[in-house]
């Protein structure tokens, strides 16, 4: 009897497989067939998965078993190192990117790739946004805002509320020694605050929690499956957005009633403002549907990608004494050299943190905020010799360049001096983009923390609860105790 159930689950299995055989490759048919012969035998290896889900499933498996790398090294395994790949993600049809080579010809070709964001990212983010916006657009108002947020000026203004806020919070954290904290919790309200102070300056406290609270659910949205039903992710997501889109309204409503009745305001311009003001060379003005998408995503970039990367550079720095050991003394020898006179930092004084700017991209390297960015090609386009086909998206896997061995030798061990000597190849160090849509608030980050770290290392140390705490990867990587920990004063010399 025992031989006869065995018999009896093998057909089973063998059945599934059979299945399973048959319907991917149904479904990689049904993709590809369009193409035509010719085409079809120029596009790149890969898996087109089953109809609707596609890749998804293994995409999510992989990120939520703890292992994010598995799903491109799968590819890799099955198809070999040949640098894209075909698949079937986010309800389409797409190619992957996974090496600096491949990443940098797409990222650099304006003309053949545009932006390729799922649906659902627009969905959230705003179809006014950077994510959607033709080049064109872009260019006008990546024109128009970065000066503002990453020219010297706006960063000599910003880095004294910056210094402020850093030393208030962190004083704040230690007055209590015993008491324990959600690190990174606190540390997104930290940089959710500087944000809005720099785009909305003079917001209440109640506008502020209103905006956080809702961009917490935004962001969990951002990369689930788009199923708007209750209890999943983007349901509360875009139930995030409407508010988020709600309480912009009221604050926009209440600046252009000011306006017409004549009222100035009582502090300097801030992004709400020059959004409101800017027109283009046809005396066009942004609609407030315009100006609202454009601070969604300012808002969401400015505050959650600083709040993560300064978790873990200082998570990197309490775990590798020698390396925290020759940051403090970077920062040591700095303020050995500010004037009596001067209170508080310079970006004189940013620009000597050599050492601790190797920690902060190497921090950058390894935690990979940022881990997929999303194009569309206009035309057929041949990328390492492969076919991308037009109208196919195509997935580029900064992540898995980040984390290639060939690229970066040991690259699951911390070492920021692997960023000594000349900058890195272009391609391989793809935290912020490349090409004209690079970031345009990377200064900004980098600038809030350094400073954040500067402090933390002349006189704090972060003792975690939870040391070996297991890391979810979506939406962005963190300990799921949000690296609840003590927060502890050890010096008052600076």
């Known amino acids: 009897m025992a031989a006869g159930l065995w018999v009896a689950a ?21 993709r590809l067939a369009p193409l035509g012969a010719e085409r079809r035998a120029r596009v790149p290896p890969g898996d087109m998965g089953w109809p609707v889900v596609g890749g998804m499933w293994a995409f999510l498996r992989a990120f939520k078993s703890g292992n994010p790398d598995a799903f491109i090294s799968s590819f890799i395994r099955r198809f070999g190192r040949t640098g ?49 916006m033709p080049y064109d657009d872009h260019r006008r108002l990546r024109k128009l805002t970065a000066a503002p947020i990453n020219g010297f000026d706006a960063l000599t203004t910003y880095l004294g509320f910056i210094d402020r806020t850093v030393v208030d919070t962190l004083r704040r954290w230690s007055s209590e ?29 109640r506008t502020m929690e209103a905006l956080e609270r809702s961009y917490t659910d935004l962001n969990y949205g ?16 875009l139930r995030a957005r409407r508010k988020l889109v709600s309480v912009l309204q009221g604050v926009l409503d209440g600046r252009r009633a000011a306006t017409a009745k004549g009222f100035t305001r009582p502090t300097t311009m801030d992004m709400m403002d020059r959004l409101i003001e800017a027109q283009d060379e046809r005396g066009r003005r942004l609609a407030d549907d315009e100006i609202i998408d454009v601070l969604i995503m300012y808002l969401n970039a ?81 990328v390492n010799g492969y076919l991308i086909p037009k109208g196919w998206k195509v997935q580029l896997w900064y992540r898995s360049v980040h984390m290639d061995d060939q690229v970066y030798p040991d690259p699951k061990m911390f070492n920021p001096s692997r960023w000594e000597g000349p900058p890195p190849r272009a391609g391989t160090f793809l935290p912020f983009g490349l090409g004209a849509r690079l970031c345009p608030g990377n200064d900004l980050a980098k600038l809030e923390i350094s400073v954040f770290l500067h402090h933390f290392l002349l006189g704090y140390k972060l003792t ?27 010096s008052d010399e600076y």
């Not at 990222?107 to 983010?125: N, R, S």
């Not at 990369?223 to 039903?229: E, K, V």
């Not at 700095?334 to 700017?357: H, V």
């Not at 390894?366 to 194009?375: A, G, L, Q, Y």
Request: aromatic share 10%; net charge positive.
């Open 84 to 132: 894209v790949y075909r698949a079937y993600m986010f309800s389409s049809p797409t190619i992957l990117a996974v090496t600096p080579e491949t990443c940098k010809q797409v990222l650099m070709d304006d003309e053949a790739f545009v932006t390729g964001w799922p649906k659902a990212t627009i969905t959230l983010i705003g179809p006014k946004s950077f994510v959607n």
């Open 302 to 382: 400015g505050h959650e990608s600083s709040g993560h990367i300064t978790m873990w550079a200082t998570v990197f720095l309490q775990e590798n004494p020698d390396i925290f050991a020759r940051a403090k003394a970077e920062q040591e020898e700095i303020m050995r050299s500010i004037p009596a006179t001067q209170k508080g930092l310079t970006l004189r004084d940013f620009k000597k943190m050599q050492f601790l700017s190797q920690v902060i991209d190497e921090t950058l390297r390894c935690v990979n905020i940022s881990f997929v960015s999303f194009r569309q090609a206009t035309r057929d386009v041949y």
């Open 222 to 237: 951002m990369r689930a499956m788009a199923i708007n039903l209750p209890g999943f992710a983007y349901h509360r997501a």
């Open 10 to 30: 093998a057909a089973v299995v063998a059945g599934i497989v059979l299945v399973d055989a048959v319907v991917r490759r149904a479904h990689e048919w049904a």
């Open 464 to 490: 975690r609860t939870n040391p070996k705490c297991r890391v979810r990867y979506l939406p962005h990587p963190r300990p799921v105790d949000n690296c609840l920990a003590r927060i502890t004063k050890v």
């Open 177 to 205: 020694p015993a008491a324990e904290v959600e690190f990174l919790t606190e540390l997104r309200r930290m940089t959710f605050k500087i944000i809005v102070q720099i785009f909305m300056s003079g917001a209440d406290d």
